[in-house]
């Protein structure tokens, strides 16, 4: 089994429809993000969460919403999709770094391709 | 300016040959920095770290350079296997220690 689990694998909706991406983790891993990826670009961070009770937006947060459930556990929501949120979406999870480090490795999920219509 | 910035390629080479991407980054606080490669729609996966005195596994090499912000990824003996995107990654205190992507430079291995 993956240790980080997306669903839906893919999705496609239409213009104001409300979206939920779910990601799960088996890593035990603290540190939760979600990134979008469109076509020939890197990946662009969306929210982040390293832990819990933390919640952070990122560069790219406008019309997303997010909820971490537990620490297994980071959603992504559109509330209201629109065409230009149609993209790659990547969940990931890294561990908490050590005293004097940065955020280490991420761990990726598979991905959810996203069309709205 | 990106804070992190690639050739974008596509890079195209015979099997066999040898191929160095580099990638610069602007912030000068950077920490950590990271290769990774990623198939066409699929997600990015680690391929490599990268050490301040450069380090080595297998056919790949990366260095860092910190004077200049910039950091490479040699390929020797490339491989039809290694036809992907490679992206170039770097964490910072001054970023709260989130990664910053580049955009990925692409290789095409031909037979």
């Known amino acids: 089994d993956a240790d980080v689990t997306q669903t839906p694998r893919n999705r496609i909706t239409k213009t104001g429809k409300r979206i939920m991406l779910e990601c799960s983790q088996t890593k035990g891993h603290d540190r939760m993000y979600w990134y979008r990826q469109d076509p020939g670009l890197g990946l662009r961070l969306i929210y982040y969460s390293f832990d819990v009770k933390d919640i952070n937006k990122g560069e790219i947060s406008d019309g997303y919403s997010v909820s971490r459930q537990a620490q297994a556990k980071f959603s992504l929501s559109l509330e209201s999709a629109i065409p230009n949120q149609t993209a790659l979406y990547f969940c990931a999870t890294s561990d908490s770094p050590g005293q004097g480090a940065t955020n280490e490795k991420l761990f990726f999920g598979s991905g959810t391709q996203l069309s709205v219509l | 300016r990106k804070e992190v910035e690639q050739d974008p390629g596509p890079f195209n080479v015979p099997e066999g040959a040898t191929v160095a991407f580099n990638c610069t980054y602007s912030n000068s606080a950077s920490q950590s920095f990271f290769w990774y490669r990623q198939d066409c729609r699929k997600e990015p996966k680690l391929l490599m770290s990268v050490y301040s005195s450069g380090n080595e596994d297998g056919r790949f090499t990366a260095q860092l350079n910190r004077a200049s912000q910039y950091i490479s990824l040699l390929i020797r003996d490339s491989k039809l296997s290694d036809s992907a995107t490679y992206l170039c990654?770097?964490?910072?205190?001054?970023?709260?220690?989130?990664?910053?992507f580049g955009d990925g430079t692409t290789l095409t291995v031909k037979p």
């Open positions: 990654v770097v964490n910072s205190y001054t970023n709260a220690g989130k990664s910053t």
